[in-house]
C-alpha cells in the first residue's frame, strides 16, 4: 500500500512536471512565431529551448507512460498461454527491459559528464543538463516496470 501511493504520488509529480515543460514550451513557441513574423524581430534561444523542452517532454512521457499501460505491445502469444508460462513470459520480458535501461542508466552517466563542457549554441547551457533526462526517465521507466509487473504477479497469485 505504500509503495503503490509513492509510485502514484511520483507518477502525478511527473505529469505535473509535463503539463509544466508542455506550457512553457507552448510559450516559447508562440514567442517565436510573434517575434519573428510579427515583429520581424526571431529570438535565437526560444528554438533551441522548444527543442530541448520537446526532449525531456518525449523522455520523461515515456517513462510516465509505462505507469498508464500506454507502450504498444504485441499480446497474442502471451493470451494463448496458460497461466505458468504467462508468469515466465512476464518475469523474462521485464528482466530484459530492466537490464537494458540498466545499461541505458549506467553509460548515459559517463555521457552526461563528457557533455558538461560543450555549451548549447544560444542558451550556453551545458549540453549535459539537457541530457540529464536520459537517466532520470530510465529509472521512472523502471520504477514503473517493476510496480507493474509485481501488481500483475500479485493479481495472478490472487485469482
Known amino acids: 500500500m ?10 502525478a509529480f511527473i505529469k505535473w512536471i509535463l503539463i509544466l515543460l508542455f ?11 510573434l517575434f519573428r513574423f510579427v515583429l520581424d524581430q526571431p529570438l535565437a534561444w526560444t528554438e533551441e ?9 518525449t523522455f520523461l512521457g515515456a517513462g ?10 504485441i499480446t497474442l502469444l502471451f493470451e ?11 518475469a523474462l ?4 527491459v530492466v537490464f537494458f535501461f540498466y545499461q541505458i542508466i549506467v553509460n548515459s552517466f559517463v555521457f552526461i559528464e563528457r557533455s558538461m563542457v ?7 547551457l551545458p549540453m549535459g543538463l539537457v541530457y540529464t533526462v536520459i537517466p532520470i526517465s530510465s529509472i521512472l521507466f ?13 493479481k495472478e497469485a490472487s485469482n
Open 23 to 33: 506550457f512553457i514550451m507552448v510559450i516559447v513557441v508562440f514567442l517565436q512565431v
Open 2 to 11: 505504500v509503495v503503490k501511493k509513492l509510485v502514484d504520488s511520483l507518477n
Open 64 to 73: 510516465y507512460a509505462v505507469s498508464v499501460k500506454a507502450h504498444p505491445s
Open 93 to 96: 520480458s521485464t528482466l530484459l
Open 118 to 124: 560543450q555549451t548549447s549554441p544560444a542558451l550556453q
Open 49 to 57: 529551448l522548444s527543442r530541448y523542452l520537446l526532449v525531456w517532454i
Open 80 to 90: 494463448k498461454a496458460n497461466k505458468a508460462v504467462q508468469r515466465v513470459m512476464l
Open 142 to 154: 523502471v520504477i514503473n516496470l517493476l510496480y507493474i509487473t509485481v501488481s500483475e504477479w500479485g
